[in-house]
């Protein structure tokens, strides 16, 4: 089992950048991706980045695209979401999630279930 904690989430206003953090600690040999997901109030979780560990590709769900960045340090311990361009509309709790998957087909990248892990989140508010 891996645990992760989120961190780095505030306020900003409209056109400001924030840089979220999650720490992974635990069986964290057995992480292949990592996923951002957020959750607005009576709004679903969805997906906004992910990132395969083990050879750091990068996939961005298209709402975030060319705004949000997803790293991981060289421990591949630590995943970053460093986000830029902020909207009132990417007001909502992040989370962060780990996945031992193998494999995941992209369709299913930004969907919870694949991932078996999650933190308690962190919240980002943007103001116009």
């Known amino acids: 089992q891996v645990q992760v904690v989120e961190s780095g989430g505030g306020s900003a206003q409209a056109g400001g950048s924030l840089r979220l953090s999650c720490a992974a600690s635990?069986?964290?040999?057995?992480?292949?991706?990592m996923g951002w997901f957020r959750q607005a109030p009576g709004k679903e979780r969805e997906g906004v980045a992910a990132?395969?560990?083990?050879?750091?590709?990068?996939y961005n769900a298209d709402a975030v695209k060319g705004r949000f960045t997803i790293s991981q340090n060289d421990a591949k311990n630590t995943t970053y979401l460093q986000m830029n361009s902020l909207q009132p509309e990417d007001t909502a709790m992040y989370y962060c999630?780990?996945?031992?998957?193998?494999?995941?087909?992209?369709?299913?990248?930004?969907?919870?279930?694949?991932?078996?892990?999650w933190g308690q989140g962190t919240q980002v508010t943007v103001s116009s």
């Open positions: 999630a780990a996945s031992d998957r193998l494999w995941i087909l992209y369709a299913n990248l930004f969907k919870p279930p694949p991932y078996n892990d």
């Open positions: 635990g069986n964290t040999l057995s992480m292949n991706y």
């Open positions: 990132i395969r560990t083990r050879d750091g590709s990068v």
